[in-house]
C-alpha cells in the first residue's frame, strides 16, 4: 500500500457496513482507520474477513479488539453505544437496486441499505463518513433518490415517520435544508464518480462515493480526478519502454480497442505530464500460467478455471489495458466479464489470486468459498488502493481540522 498512509500513524476508531470481502475496510486501515465492528450479513464474506483479521475474532478478544465481525443483518445491530466515539463510519450499501445489471428499482427495492447507513450516522455521531455505490445510482432516473439519499446523509436525525412515503420525507428534507433554523446534527456531504484507472488501480471501475464532515468539522475537503491518464500508457507503450520493461516479445507488441485511436494522436516530443494507467499485464504479469498447475499450486487461490467463453457484450480484458469491471457473476455465465484475452485471440478466466491483484488487495489476503463465490465477493469490493487514497484525503482533513 501508499507509503502516504496514515497506517504508522495513531489509528483513528471507525465502524464498517456491509463489509463484502473487505476492500473499502482494507484500504480505509491503510489510511489509519480502525473498524472497531465489522458489519456483513453474507457467511462467506464473514468467514473471508475473520481469517484475514483474526486478532479481534478469537474467542478471548476483548471488546476492544479491532475488526470484529458482526454476521447478520444490520438492521438488528445497535449502534448507540458508539456513539461520540467514532470518527468515521463508512461502507457500501447493497448496490443491487441501483446496479446496470440490476432491475433499478431504488427505493422500491427491499435491498435497499441506505436507511441503515444513515441510520449509523445518526446513532454513533461520527466526525466524518464515507459510503460508496455503483455509477448506476448516478443515473438520470435515479436523480431524484439521489439526491434524497444526499439530504438524508445532511440530515440524519430527520427521520422517516411511520407510514410516511419516501416522496414526503423527500420533502420535509428539502424544507428543512433550506430553513434558516436548523437545529440538530448536520453534515457537508461531496458526492463524486470516481474511476479507478485515474487512480492507479489496474481496473476501469467507477463508483460513486459520498463523503461527509460533521458541520462542527473544519474541513476543506476536496478529491480530484487523478494522476493517471490512457494517454499517458499509451505514450509509454507507443514511444515508451513499457513492452521492454515487462519483456513481451515483439510479435506480441499489439494496440488494442481505444488506444488505436489515441496513438495516431500522439507525438513522441510530448510526453503526456500524467502516469500512465496500470494494465493487466503491471498487475499479474509476474503471475505463472495458472494452467501450469506445478508452478500456479504454490500461490494461494491461484488455480485455473475452465470453461471460459467470450460473447456479445463479454469478451474479456485486454492484456495491456486496465481490466475491465470486475463483476459479480450475475452476466450470464459464472463470471461474467472476468476474463483475461490474450492478444492472440486466447482467453481464459482469471484466478481468484488475479482477480484479488486486480482489486489491489494484498497477496496474502485470502478469500472463503467456491471459485464463483470468491468471484461475487471480488466482483462486489471496492479497489483497496482507491479506498485508501480516499482515507488519506479524509484522514489528512480531520488532523488539520483538529490542529487548528
Request: charged share 30%.
Amino acid at each position: 500500500m501508499s507509503e502516504a498512509s496514515g497506517a504508522t500513524r495513531s489509528q483513528r476508531d471507525s465502524i464498517e457496513l456491509f463489509a463484502g470481502a473487505g476492500g473499502l475496510g482494507v484500504g480505509l486501515a491503510e489510511a489509519g482507520f480502525s473498524p472497531r465492528i465489522v458489519v456483513e450479513y453474507d457467511k462467506w464474506c464473514c468467514d473471508t474477513l475473520r481469517d484475514n483479521h483474526k486478532a479481534g475474532n478469537t474467542g478471548d478478544a476483548d471488546d476492544d479488539a479491532p475488526w470484529r465481525v458482526i454476521e447478520g443483518d444490520v438492521r438488528h445491530v445497535d449502534f448507540a453505544r458508539f456513539e461520540g466515539k467514532i470518527d468515521l463510519v463508512s461502507g457500501g450499501p447493497p448496490c443491487q437496486p441501483f446496479s446496470l445489471g440490476g432491475r433499478h428499482r431504488a427505493y422500491d427495492d427491499a435491498r435497499d441499505m441506505f436507511p441503515e447507513a444513515v441510520r449509523a450516522v445518526r446513532e454513533t455521531r461520527p466526525k466524518a463518513f464515507v459510503f460508496e455505490n455503483v455509477k448506476g445510482l448516478t443515473r438520470a432516473a435515479f436523480s431524484d433518490y439521489f439526491s434524497y439519499v444526499r439530504l438524508q446523509l445532511e440530515h440524519p436525525e430527520v427521520v422517516m415517520c411511520p407510514d410516511e412515503a419516501w416522496g414526503e420525507h423527500f420533502k420535509r428534507l428539502q424544507q428543512h435544508h433550506t430553513s434558516t433554523k436548523r437545529d440538530g446534527l448536520h453534515y457537508n456531504v461531496v458526492t463524486k464518480l470516481l474511476n479507478s484507472a485515474n487512480h492507479g488501480v489496474p481496473q476501469r471501475r467507477e463508483r460513486v462515493i459520498f463523503v461527509g464532515f460533521r458541520d462542527d468539522v473544519d474541513a476543506c475537503w476536496s478529491f480530484g480526478e487523478g494522476d493517471h491518464t490512457h494517454e499517458a500508457l499509451v505514450w509509454d507503450q507507443t514511444f515508451g519502454d513499457y513492452w521492454d520493461r515487462h519483456q513481451v516479445a515483439k510479435a506480441q507488441r499489439k494496440l488494442e480497442g481505444r488506444a488505436l485511436g489515441i496513438a495516431k494522436r500522439l507525438s513522441k516530443d510530448e510526453k503526456p505530464d500524467t502516469k500512465p494507467w496500470r494494465t493487466t499485464r503491471d498487475a499479474i504479469g509476474d503471475l505463472p500460467d495458472p494452467r501450469h498447475t506445478r508452478i500456479s499450486a504454490s500461490i494461494p487461490d491461484h488455480r485455473f478455471q475452465p470453461g471460459a467463453r467470450s460473447y456479445p457484450g463479454h469478451t474479456g480484458s485486454f492484456m495491456d489495458d486496465p481490466s475491465k469491471t470486475l463483476k459479480a457473476g450475475v452476466h450470464g455465465v459464472p463470471g461474467g466479464e472476468n476474463m483475461l484475452r490474450r492478444a492472440d485471440g486466447f482467453i481464459r478466466y482469471f484466478t481468484v489470486r488475479e482477480s484479488a491483484r486486480i482489486q489491489t488487495f494484498p497477496d496474502d489476503y485470502v478469500f472463503h468459498g467456491a471459485w464463483s463465490e470468491c468471484m461475487r465477493q471480488l466482483g462486489n469490493a471496492v479497489p483497496a488502493k482507491l479506498a485508501e487514497l480516499v482515507g488519506v484525503s479524509v484522514r489528512q482533513q480531520l488532523d488539520a481540522a483538529e490542529a487548528r
